[in-house]
């Protein structure tokens, strides 16, 4: 079984910045696509952004502009750069990830098989 596991997380100011990263085990096989998503109190779970093998990225209406995903293959590793950081990006963010490599960016943007345990981000002054 493929296991991920997120750092990173925690509390930060508005307008600050925060980066996550997300490690596929040693033993896991070349991925495909990798993201993340959020899912916030009450609300369900929601895509922030993805990325394909090759380097092509997805993201969510709400963090254009201000989140930038990027992956390093070699390490099977996916970072989420996050700035300019709201209130309403508080959530427990979720790594994501698949083997199957897909050409349709629809397949790629709907979620893959494998997660992480989830890691806290709070965004309050």
């Known amino acids: 079984q493929v296991q991920l596991v997120e750092s990173g997380g925690g509390l930060v100011q508005p307008g600050g910045s925060l980066t996550l990263s997300c490690r596929a085990s040693?033993?896991?096989?070349?991925?495909?696509?990798m993201g993340w998503f959020r899912e916030a109190p009450g609300k369900q779970r929601e895509l922030v952004a993805v990325i394909t093998s090759g380097g092509t990225p997805y993201y969510g209406d709400s963090v254009k502009g201000r989140f930038t995903i990027s992956r390093d293959n070699a390490k099977q590793i996916v970072i989420l750069q996050m700035t300019s950081l709201r209130p309403e990006d508080t959530a427990v963010y979720y790594c994501?990830?698949?083997?199957?490599?897909?050409?349709?960016?629809?397949?790629?943007?709907?979620?893959?098989?494998?997660w992480g345990q989830g890691t806290q981000v709070t965004v309050a002054s």
């Open positions: 994501n990830a698949g083997i199957t490599r897909y050409a349709a960016m629809s397949r790629n943007r709907a979620p893959q098989p494998y």
């Open positions: 040693e033993t896991t096989p070349s991925l495909g696509v």
